[in-house]
């Protein structure tokens, strides 16, 4: 996508714009693609040991079933920039919700493994156009002042989306007399899970419908009078509008469509501002918390733990998520994204060790002793607290603010490409590694999570209240 909208003439900018509300409705409709990104994501956690059951599959086959769909996402990360280049935003979203919606209704009804596997894969390229659009959209609508906190209602419904998932798994569970493959509605639990997507998939589509296109793409387009309305309806009514246009073409003209061959240069293939990005993707996944949404029920169901708990400790958790993005979104333009992201690291070190030395214990009957299993049970909530108020926000601002103009469209896609494929690394190896050595697989999380801390200190520089301009 091309660069973010850039922000009015600093005397023009208003501390409390007149039609604030109005930003905050479209910034929240848009924000449901995150929403949706977050359910589908989590939402597997309740049909993980179903599909185990009702396919006879081994560890292996089942993370590829279950981590397959961040394939899709990969390439629709990757590929979602170009194609809101070419038609606009808005209809970006509203492919989106259409994709959402034929994968919920696949996923619910496979025919076989490979079918079931086909649709995640179609809900993945939806959630990977959602991870990119949504973020972009947002930054290019928001005035400057605010961008920060309505950039991080991507992150704040991506983590409703994960709650609302868990909460409706545990429901349909408790439906089907705690039977993960019992019946409701005629069709197994795990079918249903799946299935309930459609509602939230058309609610975005409806929504899609209700919000104004980007500023940008309208100039880009030759939509200059449309720009100005939308731009009267997110900044008020105080601008000169026509200094904001030209404002905007000036900054259009003086950058070029960015395109992969942009990003080389360096030592190592890439400008190094891209492998920054790229670190920043890399790490908020390679500490292991997506195995806290993908895999938590079978993660307390392997040490011991009753499978309608073991559903509702992945509600709380997931509550707890809500709780540190609400922290995060409160301080990301307060203490700035870099003091939160280094805080997060070392409350995730902690939580993850702990959690590793908990898992180190054998099973007494088929369950952790009682005292590490309330080590592990409190640590993951504290692991999944710390990451929520850091990384699991200030990565995604950082992207949508780090890159110089130029760069912005086509690093963001490599760094939203490279998530997802360590997304898929974790969510694939993860089974296995649990089958060997639980408490070992921990150890690593821990290790990145260790890491983090010198790449942060070291590589990374804060991008609070500057302009996308001074970026580069």
Not at 9 to 31: D, K, M, N, R, T
Not at 52 to 79: E, F
Not at 90 to 118: K, N
Not at 441 to 453: D, Q
């Amino acid at each position: 996508m091309t660069s973010t909208a850039q922000p009015p003439p600093s005397g023009a900018q208003a501390a409390h714009p007149e039609h604030l509300g109005h930003v905050i409705f479209i910034a929240a409709a848009a924000a449901m693609g995150g929403f949706l990104f977050g359910y589908d994501s989590a939402v597997i956690n309740g049909a993980v040991e179903a599909i185990r059951h009702r396919y006879d599959i081994g560890s292996a086959a089942l993370a590829q079933v279950i981590a397959i769909a961040l394939i899709g996402c990969a390439i629709g990360a990757a590929t979602a920039g170009r194609i809101a280049d070419r038609i606009g935003r808005i209809r970006c979203m509203q492919i989106s919700a259409v994709l959402f919606t034929v994968s919920a209704i696949g996923s619910a009804l496979p025919f076989a493994l490979y079918d079931l596997a086909f649709w995640r894969i179609v809900g993945g390229f939806a959630i990977g156009m959602a991870s990119v659009i949504g973020p972009a959209y947002i930054a290019e609508v928001a005035p400057a002042a605010y961008r920060g906190r309505l950039g991080s209602f991507q992150q704040a419904a991506i983590v409703t989306g994960i709650a609302v998932s868990q909460l409706v798994n545990w429901g349909i569970l408790n439906a089907a007399g705690g039977d993960q493959r019992g019946e409701v509605m005629g069709l197994e639990a795990w079918q249903v899970m799946l299935g309930v997507m459609v509602v939230p998939a058309v609610i975005y589509g409806l929504l899609s419908f209700a919000i104004p296109e980007s500023p940008r793409f309208l100039i880009s387009a030759g939509r200059d009078q449309r720009a100005r309305e939308v731009l009267r309806e997110v900044e008020g009514d105080r601008i000169d509008l026509d200094a904001r246009v030209a404002e905007i073409k000036h900054a259009m003209r003086s950058e070029h469509k960015s395109v992969f061959k942009d990003l080389l240069g360096g030592t190592f293939l890439f400008k190094p501002i891209v492998w920054i990005g790229i670190g920043l993707s890399v790490f908020q996944q390679f500490v292991g918390i997506n195995v806290a949404f993908y895999y938590s029920s079978t993660l307390w169901q392997s040490v011991g733990v009753d499978p309608t708990d073991s559903f509702l400790y992945s509600f709380t958790t997931s509550i707890i998520n809500i709780i540190g993005t609400v922290i995060a979104m409160i301080f990301v333009d307060r203490i700035g994204r870099r003091p939160l992201a280094l805080i997060g690291s070392v409350g995730m070190v902690i939580g993850l060790a702990l959690e590793a030395w908990a898992f180190s214990f054998d099973l007494v009957d088929g369950k952790l002793p009682a005292t590490q299993g309330w080590v592990a049970l409190i640590a993951a909530h504290v692991f999944v607290l710390f990451f929520a108020l850091s990384w699991g926000v200030v990565v995604w601002v950082f992207l949508g603010e780090m890159f110089p103009n130029k760069l912005r469209a086509a690093a963001l896609g490599v760094a939203a490409a490279a998530q997802w494929i360590a997304n898929w690394a974790i969510t694939a190896s993860f089974p296995s590694l649990a089958d060997w050595n639980l408490s070992v697989t921990y150890v690593i999380y821990t290790l990145f999570a260790a890491l983090s801390i010198p790449f942060v200190l070291k590589f990374v520089k804060e991008t609070k209240g500057k302009t996308l301009e001074e970026m580069g």
